[in-house]
């Protein structure tokens, strides 16, 4: 698969994705994707670092990664989410990341989803208030 020239086009390669896997993992994708809109229907979706589906508000939500035997749903601030659901079950030591595996037959517990999605919005939307806006650097002439 190419990458896309726009972001706009990057839901049509992860459509194709979905139907190129044709298998549960293409339905796997497919459902948290719908989940993760109905979240939050400000998502964008983009297609970055070779094929991976990105969700992003105000900055990365998650990544919607395919492998042989799992679908990952990587946070790029999970560690800073409080998970009381614990759907986070992987990458469960790193200091940013956490990620939850899927595998096949797995039931996906949609509320506790759907809250985890829309916390990593309200974190990606915090930090962006607290960023000050940059003045002109003024030097003095001495």
């Known amino acids: 698969m190419k990458r896309p020239v726009a972001v706009e086009s990057a839901s049509a390669f992860i459509d ?5 896997l044709g298998d549960w993992r293409g ?3 497919a459902k948290v994707r719908g989940i993760i809109h109905e979240a939050d229907p400000e998502i964008l979706e983009e297609w970055k670092w070779m ?3 990105v969700f992003s508000h105000s900055g990365i939500v998650c990544t919607g990664e395919t492998y042989k035997n799992v679908v ?17 079950n992987s990458s469960l030591d790193g200091n940013i990341r ?3 595996d899927i595998h096949e037959g797995d039931k996906v517990d949609e509320a506790a989803l759907k ?3 829309r916390a990593a919005v309200a974190l990606n939307l ?7 806006p940059r003045r002109a650097s ?5």
């Open 16 to 20: 194709e994705k979905i139907k190129e």
């Open 27 to 29: 339905k796997t994708l």
């Open 51 to 53: 094929g991976t589906p």
């Open 72 to 88: 990952k749903m990587t946070f790029a601030k999970g560690a800073a989410l409080k998970d009381p659901s614990g759907l986070f």
């Open 98 to 100: 956490r990620a939850i």
């Open 115 to 117: 809250d985890l999605i």
């Open 126 to 132: 915090k930090g962006k208030s607290k960023s000050k």
């Open 138 to 142: 003024s030097k003095r002439a001495d």
